[in-house]
């Protein structure tokens, strides 16, 4: 129970400096609507904001995640959610399209089955979010704890051995360029090209990305597979009590 409360109290710590950080960092605002409005919507908003008017355009830019060590939360659950992430590399680095293409390969070519049919888990799943270089192993309502990092660990062996087969290539490429261009409301797609503007990462930036992505080979998924994803992740898991006990994997557990 401590030591619960402690991580409670350094968790709020956190989220306040969190707080104060935004409260004094710069402040853009973006403004969707009908045209015919436009006007009226930005008196509006100044005279509800004054200092919306003399915001600079700075950029936003995400610090890469550092590793920790393995973490568990307990909680009445039956299920397991299980994660294991790397640090790799942002969009515009020149890793970025094969890390993508590499996250395709291992979720369908290697977790589903493994972990999803075979381990009897709702999802098993690999993704890369190219705004945190945060590369993600991921299983959901997992029957299985530490059978499944060890999945983990012989998918990205596989990944980093996978043969010069041009099928699940393009497949995976295929699947990358159409998460790339999933369509969005109208409101949507303003609201991503405003954050997408402020982080670098416009239209010029995705279209350099595709080009990218359509010339990957399975070399290239092989090299960033072992350059990016080799020993081990930052892990953690959501479980219950009597599942962690029993997994054989010694870690510290925090009940929530």
Known sequence: ATAARDRRAELADGLSRLLAR????????????????????????????????????????????????????????????????????????????????????????????KVREQGGAYGGNAGINHHTGVFALTSYRDPRLAETFTDFRSGRAWLADIPDDERP?????????????????????????????????????????????????????RRVAQRWLSGEGSRATLTSSDLIAVSGLGWDAVAL
Not at 26 to 36: K, N, T, Y
Request: glycine share 6%; aromatic share 4%.
């Open 22 to 113: 935004l409260r004094d960092g710069p402040r853009h605002i973006a403004v969707v609507g009908d045209a015919a409005e436009r006007a009226e919507v930005l008196t509006a908003v100044r005279s509800a904001w004054p200092a919306a008017a003399r915001t600079a355009g700075t950029g936003l830019a995400a610090q890469l995640p550092q590793p920790v060590a393995s973490q568990a939360w307990t909680t009445a659950t039956a299920v397991s959610y299980n994660a294991e992430v790397f640090a790799t590399v942002p969009l515009g680095h020149d890793d970025a399209a094969a890390l993508a293409v590499a996250a395709q390969m291992l979720g369908h070519g290697y977790l589903h089955p």
């Open 169 to 221: 290539l393009r497949e995976a490429i295929l699947a990358t360029i159409a998460a790339v261009d999933s369509p969005a409301s109208p409101a949507g797609e303003a609201k991503a090209r405003f954050c997408a503007d402020l982080k670098d990462s416009g239209p010029e930036r995705l279209n350099r990305f595709r080009t990218q992505v359509l010339a990957v080979t399975p070399a290239d998924v």
